[in-house]
């Protein structure tokens, strides 16, 4: 008669160890204050496998530790100690983990229209509007709040601000689960407005302050591309990646390609473009899979969205030093900013960034992180 409460204490026993292995503590604490004196918070997120530290100040991803093939942990994204880092940057901005909007990514001329109004956004990358315009919300402070296995982080943007119409209210909810930190975002407005919500973290599966990313294995789920102009617009529509040094359908080391003669590559610099991913616009899928040799770290990208831009740091310049006092040099990181696609707005072939008073805007992105030997 012993027996079943032998079993039944086992099988309590075998869910508790499951529990602790999957249970994700939350904590907070200062992270240093604006020039105007306004405190900022960070998050850490903390479960058996990942760390992820998350700030209030533009909702951004400071931190992220994962287990290397030897199954020791390291911080795999861009970033700076405190919130003075990111605030010294100035108008050279590197958006270094932030969620970025409203409009995430470029818009031709700042300049987009909706029902016969034309609206204008500050310009401020080469004459077109970049990332929501020159304070986005990246330089935003958002108000964090605990979440089962996460936080959430949420901001209001008014009426005309950085010129886009309408109140846009923004949650952005960062989860763990086991291996995998999610990102759900969710917007709605009480006026028409564009939205194009991404985050912009930098990763170098190597870990922080540990040379170029121009080694690391890249897979890009997308048989198509929207190649740019000199602005780094799009142009042309959507063309195939087919014999480019754009198709990374076979896994190839990103450095491969990266100084062909190709006219898309010198506009750039190196990677800036966003591919069109397979798949349906809002269902789940696989993005993008990076693999690190000298680690083993394995980085997979699913997500809800139609795109993905896959940038590789081209534009560090070596003018900051980061977590570990490293120069944050040219490749040194490299972004996998999941989104619609560049100047959708003017752009009526490309999936609609087009919210409606009534309806709420959702998306997935789903940062997996593994190993290979």
Excluded at 14 to 26: F, H, I, K, P, R
Excluded at 71 to 86: C, H, T
Excluded at 160 to 186: K, N, Q, S, W
């Amino acid at each position: 008669m012993r027996w079943p409460r032998v079993i039944l204490l086992i099988m309590t026993t075998m869910l508790g160890v499951q529990d602790a292995v999957g249970a994700v503590a939350v904590t907070k604490a200062g992270f240093g204050k604006l020039p105007d004196g306004t405190a900022i918070e960070v998050y850490t997120l903390k479960n058996a496998e990942l760390a992820v530290r998350i700030a209030t100040y533009g909702a951004r991803i400071v931190s992220l530790d994962a287990k290397d093939r030897d199954g020791r942990m390291g911080d795999v994204v861009l970033g700076y100690n405190s919130v003075e880092g990111y605030v010294a940057e100035g108008a050279a901005k590197t958006y270094f983990g932030a969620i970025v909007g409203r409009y995430g990514n470029r818009i031709r001329g700042g300049k987009f229209s909706i029902d016969g109004h034309q609206y204008q956004v500050p310009l401020n990358n080469n004459g077109n509007a970049l990332h929501g315009g020159p304070h986005g919300f990246d330089d935003r402070v958002w108000t964090g709040k605990e979440i089962p296995d996460g936080v959430e982080m949420s901001l209001v943007s008014q009426d005309g601000e950085m010129g886009f119409p309408g109140t846009l209210t923004v949650h952005v909810r960062y989860t763990l689960v086991g291996d995998a930190l999610h990102i759900d975002y969710a917007a709605t407005t009480d006026k028409p407005t564009v939205v194009n919500l991404t985050n912009h973290a930098y990763f170098n599966l190597s870990g922080d302050g540990s040379g170029t990313i121009l080694n690391e294995v890249m897979q890009i789920d997308a048989d198509e591309y929207t190649p740019v102009d000199a602005g780094l617009i799009p142009v042309g529509g959507i063309q195939p990646v087919k014999g480019t040094p754009f198709d990374f359908n076979t896994p190839t080391a990103i450095g491969a390609r990266i100084d062909d003669a190709n006219e898309q590559l010198k506009l750039a610099g190196g990677y800036d473009h966003n591919w069109v991913l397979r798949g349906k616009n809002g269902a789940m899928k696989q993005a993008a899979r990076v693999y690190d040799p000298k680690s083993g770290r394995v980085l997979t990208v699913s997500t809800t969205e139609p795109g993905i831009q896959f940038y590789s740091g081209n534009a560090l310049t070596g003018a900051y030093k980061g977590k570990t006092g490293a120069v944050y040099a040219r490749y040194t990181g490299l972004c996998l900013e999941t989104q619609h696609y560049p100047d959708s707005p003017n752009q009526p072939a490309f999936p609609s960034t087009l919210l409606k008073p009534g309806v709420t805007m959702r998306s997935e992105t789903v940062f997996t992180f593994s190993v290979q030997k």
